[in-house]
């Protein structure tokens, strides 16, 4: 194995240096955290599942003109992106009450919220990412005034995209985590979509069943962890029908899908 210089070491990826200058490859790890990582375990492919989930989901958003930071997926587990400096906000978008939303307020989980509410977290383990507003953020300058624009445009397109490809997959998209990225070209900089989009960091809910298909499996000792991100793998069309393990190339899975 080729020794690589590790950059950073997170809860469920690591990023090393990429090929080339501006390049990063991240790394999806099987180890899954919650309650501020309080709580520890691992999912058994679940980093081979969230590498091809997120590939998939950041390629369409990309698709439709929302910038990000994935260039291609190199491998089962990684994928090179685009090397960005971290913007230290967590935005949570949500249409519908569950975790700690229905907690701190005492709405009922599954109550359809009557306009989609965006959060804001400061990312910051030793404090246990706090709740923070647009004036957090203006007054420590995490973010400017721009860019925060940029980022709720962002953060609005992205949940109207991945409601209506969720939605028509059979899938209730509860709510969901972003992340952001500073891009340098010269002396300017430009927000783009960073980090991933997984089960991890959505909480995606069978239309018919109400079943949960995400990292709440983990969280709330559910079981099936590794069974509903094949599941949502496989409604994606990334996994061929009727598999139940290996997740194949794209490609593969289309002849699979025709019996080639
Ligand atoms: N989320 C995340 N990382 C975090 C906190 C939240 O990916 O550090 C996601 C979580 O998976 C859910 C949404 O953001 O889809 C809202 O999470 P919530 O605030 O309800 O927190 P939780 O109850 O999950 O800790």
Request: charged share 30%; aromatic share 8%; net charge negative.
């Amino acid at each position: 194995m080729s020794r690589r210089r590790q950059i950073y070491e997170g809860k469920a990826k690591i990023l090393y240096e990429g090929p080339e200058p501006g390049t990063l490859i991240q790394y999806f790890k099987d180890d899954a955290t919650a309650f501020n990582a309080q709580k520890k375990g691992t999912i058994s492919g679940k980093g081979v599942l969230n590498n091809r989930i997120s590939e998939h989901l950041f390629t369409l958003l990309g698709n439709i003109g929302i910038p990000t930071h994935f260039i291609r997926r190199l491998n089962m587990r990684e994928q090179l992106v685009r090397q960005v400096e971290i913007i230290p906000i967590e935005v949570v978008v949500r249409n519908v009450a569950a975790g700690s939303l229905s907690k701190r307020l005492g709405i009922e989980e599954g109550t359809q919220l009557p306009r989609t509410i965006l959060e804001y977290y400061y990312k910051d383990d030793a404090l246990g990412d706090p709740m923070i507003t647009e004036e957090h953020i203006a007054c420590f300058g995490w973010a400017g005034q721009d860019e925060l624009a940029d980022i709720v445009d962002m953060a609005i397109r992205t949940n109207d995209f991945l409601t209506g490809l969720f939605a028509g997959i059979g899938i209730r998209l509860v709510d969901f985590k972003l992340e952001f990225g500073r891009l340098w070209e010269d002396d300017y900089s430009r927000v783009i979509l960073a980090d991933e989009i997984s089960p991890d960091g959505c909480r995606l809910w069978d239309m018919k069943t109400s079943e949960k298909l995400d990292k709440d499996r983990f969280r709330r000792d559910l079981g099936g962890e590794v069974e509903a991100y094949q599941e949502v793998a496989r409604r994606l069309g990334l996994l061929p029908e009727g598999a139940d393990g290996a997740v194949l190339d794209l490609d593969e899975a289309r002849k699979a899908r025709k019996g080639e």
